[in-house]
């Protein structure tokens, strides 16, 4: 069932599920879907039997505690005043990387354990602005008036590769690293987390995904289903079903996000 939000004078709503796929033996992704703040995370964990379950679990809960606790502390904002974007900003980054450090610890703790990491993306609505935070090759896409756009850039060996060099269609589906990732948590005890800051609209809808979905579908293939459904919910299992259909060859995770009025 989908949630929803008052936020300033939007409502918010949220929606997701998650789903082994048809390949993978346990599911290693964790989502987050809200229950007292307009926020949704989702964590592809890594490293199989070295515990991503465990490292993307700790990101989630690690996340949601953090806003939780920092909510209570935060001065009153609309309409008295806007959020302070610089307080913002480091907020998802502080939250993301308390969890790189508790991941960090847990496997340095335990030898069953190490390895372990995962990537994030997180998105935290307010006052007419998101917050993106992102570590890794999961995504966030953003749809308006019809388009699709992707608002996160991949931290991934194909990605820097693209960097430098152009490559066609063909060269980038055959790209033999496809998967590998070149950041992301737990893997050291320091870690770079991009935050996007951009405002929201009245009908913005988005797309937070683990590769499981994005590496399954086209952008124009999500963006179809998308479109096609007007429950968060039935959207989100459709790109679930969608994804299996082609293969199912991750876990899937997907979250979806709508901008409406009050």
């Not at 060269?171 to 690293?177: I, S």
């Not at 499981?212 to 952008?219: N, P, Y």
């Not at 968060?232 to 079903?241: A, H, N, T």
């Amino acid at each position: 069932m989908s949630i929803s939000f008052t936020v300033g004078p939007h409502r918010i709503r949220f929606a997701g599920r998650t789903d082994i796929g048809l390949v993978r033996a346990h599911n290693e992704d964790s989502l987050l879907v809200p229950s007292e703040m307009a926020m949704t995370v989702v964590s592809d964990g890594m490293g199989g039997h070295a515990a991503g379950d465990v490292a993307s679990r700790i990101t989630v809960e690690t996340l949601d505690e953090f806003y939780r606790a920092t909510a209570k502390s935060s001065p009153p904002s609309w309409p008295i005043r806007l959020p302070m974007l610089d307080v913002e900003r480091a907020r998802m980054a502080t939250g993301i990387k308390l969890a790189n450090a508790k991941i960090f610890e847990t496997a340095s703790a335990d030898s069953a354990k190490k390895g372990m990491g995962c990537t994030v993306v997180a998105a935290f609505f307010s006052q007419g602005r998101f917050y993106v935070g992102h570590v890794g090759d999961s995504r966030v896409y953003r749809i308006r008036e019809q388009r699709i756009q992707m608002i996160t850039e991949d931290h991934s060996l194909e990605n820097d590769f693209m960097r430098m060099r152009e490559m066609t269609a063909e060269e980038m589906g055959d790209f033999p690293q496809k998967n590998v990732v070149v950041r992301a948590l737990g893997l050291a005890e320091q870690v770079a987390v991009d935050v996007i800051i951009d405002e929201y609209r009245t009908g913005d809808l988005f797309l937070l995904c683990s590769d499981g979905l994005s590496g399954m579908l086209t952008d124009p293939e999500m963006l179809e289903i998308i479109m096609s459904k007007e429950s968060l919910d039935s959207g989100c299992s459709q790109l679930i079903r969608a994804a299996n259909d082609n293969g199912g060859n991750d876990n899937i995770t997907a979250a979806l996000v709508r901008i409406e009025r009050p």
